[in-house]
């Protein structure tokens, strides 16, 4: 099992790029895995319980132990895996965290507009029904 499994938006053109950055750079050792949210095969069950909608609002990840990540939490550690977490140190630096957490919010709201993907509503709506609500800690 990989140590991480990331779960992400495979309609999303930003998104795929990354995946296929982080895919490269794990070079096949199996440290990272991923799992297209978008897929209508996609069981919450399967992956912590992280339903569509929640995924489809924030970054989440599964540890190889079973804990649900998310958010930057899910960068640090997958770019930690591929040898490339001095790109995410700074987001745990205690003057920067609270302003870069803040941001990546800013992003993950609006990721679906900028991306041209439809919204939220409409993708659950498409995919026959889901919460469009997802959980906020």
């Known amino acids: 099992m990989a140590e991480l499994t990331l779960l992400f938006d495979g309609g999303c053109p930003l998104c795929q790029r990354e995946v296929e950055t ?30 569509y909608a929640e995924a489809m609002g924030r970054m989440h990840a599964l540890r190889a132990d079973g804990v649900v990540i998310r958010d930057l939490e899910v960068f640090r550690q997958a ?8 790109l995410y140190a700074p987001t745990r630096w205690p003057l920067l965290r ?26 659950c709506r498409d995919r026959g029904g889901c919460s469009a609500e997802p959980a906020v800690p």
């Open 98 to 123: 609270p302003l870069l957490e803040a941001l990546y919010g800013l992003w993950a709201r609006w990721r679906l507009a900028i991306t041209g993907r439809p919204s939220l509503e409409r993708l």
């Open 22 to 51: 982080l895919r490269r750079r794990d070079r096949g050792r199996g440290r990272l895995a991923f799992v297209d949210v978008d897929d209508p095969a996609y069981d919450p069950a399967s992956y912590g319980g992280v339903s």
């Open 79 to 86: 770019y930690a895996a591929v040898g490339l977490g001095w």
